[in-house]
Every structure is written in structure tokens, then in C-alpha cells.
């Protein structure tokens, strides 16, 4: 089934803190490993100015992703997808982030 991938996705993103739904956005909007239709550099700085409100050590520290597994997992995940289905989980996470803070 095509849309497993994006299925799967969709779970681990229910499954994270907003706080790596953050980080997870941030990396999806900074790389160009992704072929979003969203305007990149302002989906990063929406969602940057989110994560230094709510994580000191994003706030004060040069944060190194690499450490953040799961995240760096989810990345590897989505650049196996087609433009298609990276889109649809950018959609839902960028959407879940809004959600979770209104």
C-alpha cells in the first residue's frame, strides 16, 4: 500500500512532544532534502520562534539534531518519499503544531 509510508509517519508524529514536532518541522523546512510546496524559509521561521519560546537549551545553544534520533529517523523516512507524500506529512505535522498551541 502507497500511503503506509505517510501512515507511518502520521503515528510518530502523534506520538511526539510538541517539542520534536517542532524540531521535526524545523529540519523538514531548513533542508533541501525535502520538496515541500510551502514557503520554506517562512515555515521555518514560524516554527523556530515556536521552539526558542518554549526550549531554553534551543533558546541559548547551538543544537546539533544529530542527537535526536527519533527525529533524524522521521527525516530519513520522508526522504525516502515521493514530493506527493512528503507534502501530506508536512501538512499534518505543520497543522498538528498549530492545533496543539491554539
Known sequence: MENEKVKYLID???????????????CMSDGSCTNLKYNKPEM???FDT??????????TTLINFA????????????MEMTK????????????NIKLKNK
Open 12 to 26: 510518530m508524529i502523534n506520538d511526539m512532544d510538541l517539542k520534536n514536532k517542532l524540531r521535526l518541522a524545523i
Open 84 to 95: 506527493e507524500e512528503q507534502n501530506q506529512v508536512a501538512l499534518y505535522l505543520f497543522n
Open 44 to 46: 521555518y521561521a514560524i
Open 67 to 78: 542527537k535526536y534520533h527519533l527525529i533524524m529517523f522521521a527525516m530519513a523516512k520522508i
Open 50 to 59: 515556536k521552539l526558542k519560546e518554549i526550549d531554553e537549551e534551543y533558546r
